[in-house]
């Protein structure tokens, strides 16, 4: 019966009661907040950095990270906004710009997975580089005026109230649930984040997995941005600045360990609802965008202290538990 109710201890059940307690004040607090279009805008509104959070989690399972993807964003949308404006037809620029993200992934897969630099640096000089391009590409400028079709799949409805950015969110994420938890690959994200040398050892490429990883980061990062240029109907070169921490947060609020080897997608996407239904209630309440940063910023941090305060209470209490044992056995064989 204790094993059975097991679940009850793990980060999942915690962040299931807090989804519940913010969900309840926010509908308490707030009129017609449960009804289906708010619960629509609430994810329309950020479905972009729910969907990098998806590919984010392999890679920090993987014990890498990718501080490039909200640069990724918005210089791929930047690449297409570009091209648009030189007249050149937006299918052409869609198809400009996810190759962008995927010469962008593998230029960072390469540097992390063959050079051997650190994936930390790698993507951080990412995070400004790829930025400043895109600063490059629009100046100052704001690009619209894109094909209407293009802007109405970022901004109307397609099936019923929910959009096309809303599907592609869910259908990636039964894949991604999928490839991680239930296939050869996934295995392996995992194996490598717990021990690189180790799956080394045991046969796994580590490189290819890595290299693959980061293609498909860039890929996916590329997509959002195309989906956030759809939505917004224009293009700046400072678009998406500041979505990598939240995607961060998402993930390692989602029971991620930042140093890899451990974590669910069923916690990240706990973790998501959370983030959206904070950011959701506090915009509802008139609560300034900064705020709300600096409380995505604040979960951050406290997504890795709790953990591992956690982690030192749980050690302390089983030491004490063994001395306790010891100190029995001691006294009975003494007697």
């Not at 790829?130 to 079709?149: K, M």
């Not at 109230?161 to 690959?185: D, H, K």
């Not at 678009?239 to 609020?253: K, S, Y």
Request: with cysteine; charged share 15%; aromatic share 8%.
């Amino acid at each position: 019966m204790l094993r059975k109710l097991e679940w009850l201890k793990s980060w999942e059940s915690l962040l299931l009661a807090i989804l519940v307690v913010v969900v309840g004040f926010n509908a308490v607090s707030t009129p017609h907040y449960l009804q289906v279009g708010n619960l629509i805008n609430l994810f329309h509104l950020h479905i972009e950095e729910i969907i990098v959070a998806l590919i984010m989690t392999f890679i920090i399972i993987n014990a890498e990270i990718d501080l490039s993807v909200g640069s990724v964003m918005g210089l791929a949308g930047c690449v297409m906004a570009f091209m648009w404006e030189r007249k050149v037809p937006i299918e052409i620029g869609i198809a400009a710009a996810l190759l962008t993200g995927v010469l962008v992934g593998a230029f960072n897969g390469f540097m992390v997975s063959y050079v051997g630099l650190t994936s930390l640096v790698v993507t951080l000089a990412g995070l400004i580089g790829y930025r400043g391009l895109a600063h490059v590409l629009l100046e100052d400028r704001s690009i619209g005026n894109f094909p209407e079709w293009f802007d109405r799949l970022g901004q109307q409805p397609l099936v019923g109230p929910v959009p096309l950015a809303l599907i592609a969110f869910f259908v990636m994420l039964v894949i991604a649930l999928v490839v991680l938890q239930n296939s050869g690959f996934g295995r392996y994200v995992y194996v490598i984040g717990n021990s690189k040398d180790a799956a080394r050892y045991s046969g796994v490429n580590v490189r290819r997995v890595k290299m693959t990883l980061y293609i498909a980061s860039g890929l996916i990062s590329a997509f959002a941005g195309l989906l956030l240029a759809a939505r917004l109907g224009s293009m700046r070169g400072d678009t998406a600045t500041g979505t990598e921490l939240t995607v961060i947060t998402m993930v390692v609020l989602g029971g991620v360990s930042i140093f890899g080897g451990s974590g669910s997608l069923y916690g990240v996407l706990l973790s998501i609802l959370i983030v959206l239904n904070l950011r959701n209630g506090m915009g509802l309440l008139n609560i300034s965008g900064d705020t709300q940063t600096g409380v995505i910023g604040a979960l951050l941090i406290l997504s890795v202290l709790v953990p591992n305060i956690t982690r030192e209470v749980r050690d302390i209490w089983s030491r004490r538990h063994r001395a306790q044992r010891v100190q029995v056995v001691k006294e009975q064989k003494g007697g």
